[in-house]
């Protein structure tokens, strides 16, 4: 299991919170996402194996959430 924290420069509401842990939870192999609002950041637990980071980060772009470089 990996887990990554992302800086997410555009959360900024519980819509936003909302759309990515339910965009994040849907994908297979992902167990835990966590939004906090505040640091703007999303913390997200996978398996490589099953999803790939990139697949991850695709879809917070895909989303509108793309992560701060």
């Known amino acids: 299991m990996t887990a990554k924290t992302y800086s997410v420069p555009d959360v900024s509401c519980e819509h936003c919170k909302r759309a990515i842990e339910g965009a994040l939870g ?4 992902v167990s835990r996402v ?3 609002i505040g ?8 398996d490589e194996s099953v999803s790939s980071e ?10 509108g959430y793309p992560v701060a470089e």
Do not use: H, N, P
Not at 26 to 29: A, P
Not at 39 to 46: E, T
Not at 54 to 63: N, P
């Open 26 to 29: 849907q994908m297979e192999g």
């Open 34 to 36: 966590l939004v906090d």
């Open 39 to 46: 640091k703007k950041s999303v913390d997200v637990d996978f």
């Open 54 to 63: 990139s697949e991850v980060l695709a879809r917070l772009d895909e989303e």
